[in-house]
């Protein structure tokens, strides 16, 4: 009995691991999509993320404009996303208030005083 309990971890281990592994530095990429504010028209929105380890977290806006955050966070547990910029030519704050699920970030950009609905997609590249 306790071989074949032993046996059984090993391989839902063993079965596991990509799915695991496939989770790992999950927000590292090139993230698109679309914000629409309130009352206006939806424009596109494009970040770049790199997460180092499972703290770190940095990156940039690069549409509408590129800049750096100057705040990032992520808690993994509930898949909560703070990212923040200030642009400081435009004198523009910019924040994002978001979650994360799986290849998808759905929350709230605000650029300055306006706010509104945000949809981000991860790319992904699947090699011939």
């Known amino acids: 009995m306790r071989a074949t309990i032993t046996c059984f971890i090993f391989v839902a281990g063993i079965l596991l691991a990509p799915f695991v592994a496939a989770e790992t530095g999950t927000l590292s990429g ?19 993320l790199k997460q180092d380890g499972s703290a770190v977290l940095s990156g940039r806006f690069v549409n509408p404009v590129r800049i750096d955050f100057s705040k ?34 759905k929350g709230t950009l605000a650029i300055g005083e306006t706010s509104g609905e945000l949809r981000l997609i991860k790319w992904t590249f699947f090699g011939r």
């Open 30 to 48: 090139t993230w698109s999509g679309n914000w629409a504010p309130k009352g206006g028209v939806p424009d596109a929105v494009t970040i770049e």
């Open 72 to 105: 990032a966070s992520f808690v993994a547990r509930t898949g909560t996303i703070t990212l923040e910029a200030t642009d400081n030519n435009a004198s523009k704050h910019y924040k994002i208030d978001g979650k994360v699920e799986g290849n998808e970030i």
